[in-house]
C-alpha cells in the first residue's frame, strides 16, 4: 500500500508540474503573438507612409520637366546653387 501511495503521488507531482509548465509556455506564447501583433501593425504603418511617398514621386514624375523643376531638381539632389547665391555653412548637427 504504501508503494502506491509513493507511485499516486509521483504521478500526481508530474501533472502538476506539466501544468504549471504547459501554462507558463501558453503564456510566453500569448505574449510573443501580441508582440508581433503590435510589430506587424508597425510595419503595415511604414509601408503605408512609404506607398504614399511613391505616389507623390510618380506624381512629381507625371508633371512636365520645365525650367523650375530642373533648378528645384538641382538643388535638392544635386545640392548646386545659382551664380551670385550666398550659402551659409554650419558645423550644428542636423
Do not use: W, Y
Not at 29 to 37: G, N, T
Not at 62 to 87: C, H, S, V, Y
Amino acid at each position: 500500500m504504501n508503494e502506491k501511495h509513493r507511485v499516486g503521488f509521483f504521478i500526481k507531482i508530474v501533472l502538476i508540474c506539466v501544468t504549471v509548465f504547459m501554462v507558463v509556455k501558453i503564456t510566453d506564447m500569448h505574449m510573443e503573438i501580441r508582440d508581433l501583433r503590435e510589430a506587424e501593425a508597425l510595419l503595415r504603418e511604414q509601408v503605408d507612409m512609404h506607398e504614399l511617398s511613391i505616389e507623390e514621386l510618380k506624381e512629381q514624375l507625371r508633371q512636365p520637366l520645365n525650367e523650375e523643376t530642373i533648378k528645384r531638381f538641382a538643388r535638392e539632389k544635386l545640392n548646386l546653387r545659382d551664380p551670385g547665391d550666398m550659402l551659409f555653412v554650419s558645423d550644428l548637427p542636423e
